[in-house]
Nanobody
Framework: QVQLVESGGGLVQAGGSLRLSCAAS????????MGWFRQAPGKEREFVSG????????YYADSAKGRFTISRDNAKNTVYLQMNSLKPEDTAVYYC???????????????WGQGTQVTVSS
């Protein structure tokens, strides 16, 4: 059982930056593809970004391309999401998740964190 703990959320003004972190409890973390998803109030959960187990491949939603960067440090069992040029529409609870292989579909991820709130003020 992999436990995931997100951190780094908060309140930021539009145009600002945040770096989210997701720490995993197990060394097996390094064998999983990781994804970041978000859910805004009244909206469905949506894919934001993903990364292969090695970090060699990264994936982004159109809304994140050019502004967000995903990375991982397998030695630290941690995946990151650097978010720049934040917009009010980025306001949501952000979740990290682990899967056997990368997919855009949240239902294929086995393990989820508890989420961290990101609020972007205009």
């Amino acid at each position: 059982q992999v436990q995931l703990v997100e951190s780094g959320g908060g309140l930021v003004q539009a145009g600002g930056s945040l770096r989210l972190s997701c720490a995993a409890s197990e060394r097996t973390f390094r064998s999983y593809a990781m994804g970041w998803f978000r859910q805004a109030p009244g909206k469905e959960r949506e894919f934001v970004s993903g990364i292969s187990w090695s970090g060699a491949s990264t994936y982004y939603a159109d809304s994140a391309k050019g502004r967000f960067t995903i990375s991982r440090d397998n030695a630290k069992n941690t995946v990151y999401l650097q978010m720049n040029s934040l917009k009010p529409e980025d306001t949501a609870v952000y979740y990290c998740a682990a899967a056997d292989y990368f997919t855009y579909t949240g239902g294929s991820y086995h393990y989820w964190g508890q989420g961290t709130q990101v609020t972007v003020s205009s």
